[in-house]
């Protein structure tokens, strides 16, 4: 007894190869074949390219963040002054912040007095923060001392002041210009409260890659700020950098401890968290949109083999007077839109990974082409679009495409299947 071929013999896979075949008369078929794999091949490159640019959106988001700022910053409750004022300042930062570097996960703890003034230069005016920090710790903030791009010698900075790109091209001040701060807290007189001016050097400019940074922070060294501010020996706040940013709630209680009780704790994600949150929600919005997109080119599949279907009657008719069963009938055309599925996911995956590895020249010529202005730094806060290729959301959307694009393509190969050949045969 004759054993009956295994499924997906190679007969099958040559008959399914022939239907997708163009052929002249049959030009409706290989036209809606064309349409269903550049349609997947287009909605799984949407897809791939927009998971990298959300990925590295965030990426760049979060890392401009941490590399700019404290992960975790100590304040002092409110004190009432003998006078009846307000005291904020921390009178033995130094001892706390030791105190607080002693803390298991916490890599630096740093005093600072910080201030908003306003900068001037040749009649050029702009709002500035001021930060006042010792060299060494100024030296241990990643997104300033190894900045995208730099101008002048951070060693220097204890003879002058650091300040952001943004605000050097706002007051078009460069290195070794004198930059005058003004504060409307300085002396106290008879005839009311006199304005602080005072100039230093600009010896170094950085380009930390968040507008909002580069266009409003300036540093100071810690006793020049403490003169300029009035904080003789006392400091604003602690700056603490921890190993672990993202658990960072984990180190509030022991930080917290080591602070003392009149300290009080506000972490990066107490900042920014809204922020994510709403990222987080858009990422999960865009997949499922895109998703669907995904889902609409696999249903032209169904078309293009309800299609081939209806123009192969004849032939499944006679196929099933030679002996092949439904099984092998449903996978002929199972393979027939299998194989659009996949070979525009594969296509769909390349273009998706090429568009993530060469953006940046991609970008450039998009942004050139249009005349410039694209991309607004003050509006998304980063200087470019970044991407970030994650195998996983590769994974992810390879996933989706092929279940989707399989899964329709069992409807008319079932179809096919189910034909009787009498009456696929009855009119021929």
Not at 104 to 132: C, D, H, I, K, Y
Not at 222 to 249: G, K, L, S, Y
Not at 286 to 306: K, Q
Request: some cysteine; charged content about 20%.
């Amino acid at each position: 007894m004759a054993r009956s071929p295994a499924p997906f013999a190679p007969y099958e896979w040559m008959i399914a190869w022939r239907y997708l075949r163009a052929k002249r008369a049959e030009g409706g078929v290989s036209v809606m074949t064309w349409i269903s794999l550049v349609g997947v091949t287009l909605a799984v490159f949407a897809l791939i390219a927009t998971l990298a640019v959300r990925s590295g959106f965030r990426e760049e988001f979060v890392d401009t963040i941490l590399g700019s700022n404290a992960h975790v910053t100590v304040y002092q409750t409110p004190q009432i002054g003998p006078q009846g004022q307000e005291i904020r300042t921390i009178p033995e930062a130094d001892a706390m912040a030791d105190r607080i570097e002693a803390v298991p996960g916490v890599t630096r703890a740093a005093p600072l007095v910080r201030g908003q003034v306003m900068a001037t230069f040749e009649g050029r005016n702009s709002g500035v923060e001021v930060f006042g920090i010792a060299p060494e710790d100024l030296a241990g903030i990643p997104r300033v001392a190894t900045p995208q791009e730099s101008e002048g010698d951070l060693a220097r900075f204890p003879e002058g002041i650091a300040i952001g790109s943004g605000i050097a091209r706002e007051l078009g001040v460069g290195v070794g210009d004198r930059l005058r701060i003004i504060s409307p807290d300085g002396a106290r007189t008879p005839m009311g409260v006199s304005p602080r001016v005072s100039a230093y050097e600009v010896v170094y400019v950085f380009t930390a890659g968040r507008y909002d940074i580069d266009r409003t922070r300036a540093y100071l060294p810690m006793e020049a700020a403490q003169t300029f501010f009035n904080r003789a020996r006392v400091a604003d706040e602690i700056e603490v950098m921890t190993a672990d940013p993202d658990n960072v709630e984990a180190l509030v209680p022991a930080i917290l401890e080591a602070a003392g009780p009149t300290a009080l704790a506000w972490t990066w994600k107490d900042s920014s968290g809204a922020f994510l949150q709403a990222l987080t929600v858009e990422d999960n919005v865009m997949f499922v949109i895109l998703s669907v997109l995904v889902l609409i080119a696999s249903m032209n599949i169904i078309s293009g083999l309800i299609m081939l279907v209806k123009n192969k009657g004849r032939d499944i008719g006679i196929l099933r007077t030679m002996g092949l069963t439904e099984g092998a009938i449903l996978r002929v055309f199972f393979l027939c839109g299998a194989s659009i599925g996949t070979i525009g996911t594969i296509l769909g995956v390349i273009l998706g990974c090429a568009f993530a590895i060469w953006i940046d020249p991609i970008f450039a010529a998009v942004n050139y082409l249009s005349g410039g202005g694209v991309w607004d730094p003050s509006i998304r806060g980063i200087y470019r679009l970044p991407a970030k290729l994650e195998w996983a959301d590769v994974l992810s959307a390879v996933t989706l495409s092929l279940f989707l694009s399989w899964v329709v393509t069992l409807f008319p190969a079932r179809r096919a299947a189910r034909m009787n050949p009498v009456e696929a045969l009855r009119y021929e």
